[in-house]
């Protein structure tokens, strides 16, 4: 059955933990939704883990249309969300509700997230009023790593802790269903998650949410870029894709594949004598 936002305010009642993961791709999106996880968000970690830059931040709404699109064609179950892009909704509101609902229309998404909190709460109001559903991002906001000095830790002095709480009051009050909590102490994310009536998706922000996030790349220790603390490796499939590949190289340069008649088509060979 297709999770949608009731999925995740019932969950929050029953306290069943939601899972997401990142998807960029069609094929990928398929083998995650199979395997049963809620929602799938096509995060702008793209630009990092698919196409190689250092950051998020020159990836653009057509990147983020593409990639949507195609990984909502291999989602049946999951909710796909999709990233709003660096400067796709920070100038003003009408922009933040024409790229929202482009997320929506061409990439097919089912709801869309936005990294913010008071200073983005109009935003957010506006496209959830129209009939979009946002899901907030506040904490370590990647979009903010020159501000930020880095991709550091929020929330750790008193004044921090404060920001990140009153950033979760004005998502909940603009409409979002749902707030990322992004490299926060794992204290504060519980005292947040407390106090929300709507979801709260951890990623570095300890066990205490109602669900949890993570980029699929990290948990199968496919990218070697950079593995974050809260990450945790749950197959090695970086390993034993260059196992597969270091094979496939092999049995090609000693002859061993293609074989025949294993790999090959027939053919009537007297038609070669035909042949002028
Ligand atoms: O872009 C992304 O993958 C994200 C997650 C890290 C939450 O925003």
Known sequence: MKNTVLTFQQAKKDHVKQTMLTAYDYSTAKLIDESGVNSIL????????????EDTLSVTMEDMIHH?????????????????????????????V??????????????????????????????????????????????????FGGFKVQGKSAAAAQKILDDARAVQEAGAFAV???CVPHALAKRITEELDITTIG??????CDGQVLVYQDMIAMFSGFTPKF????????????EGFRAYI?????????????????????????LK
């Open 68 to 96: 949507t699109a195609a990984v909502s064609r291999g989602a049946k179950n999951a909710m796909v969300v999709a990233d709003m892009p660096f400067m796709s909704y920070e100038c003003s509101v009408e922009e933040a």
């Open 42 to 53: 096509v995060g702008d970690s793209l630009g990092m883990v698919m196409l190689g830059y």
């Open 180 to 182: 990322v909590l992004e």
């Open 203 to 208: 990623i570095g922000a300890g066990p205490d």
């Open 231 to 242: 990450t945790k490796t749950f197959a090695n499939v970086g390993e034993v894709m260059k």
């Open 98 to 147: 024409h790229n929202a609902g482009r997320l929506m229309k061409e990439g097919r998404a089912n709801a869309v997230k936005l990294e913010g909190g008071v200073t983005v709460a109009p935003q957010i109001r506006a496209i959830v009023n129209a009939g979009i559903p946002v899901c907030a991002h506040i904490g370590m906001t990647p979009q903010s790593t020159n501000a």
């Open 250 to 274: 092999e049995e090609v340069q000693n002859g061993t594949f293609p074989e025949v008649p294993t790999h090959t088509f027939k053919m009537d060979e007297s038609i070669l004598d035909e």
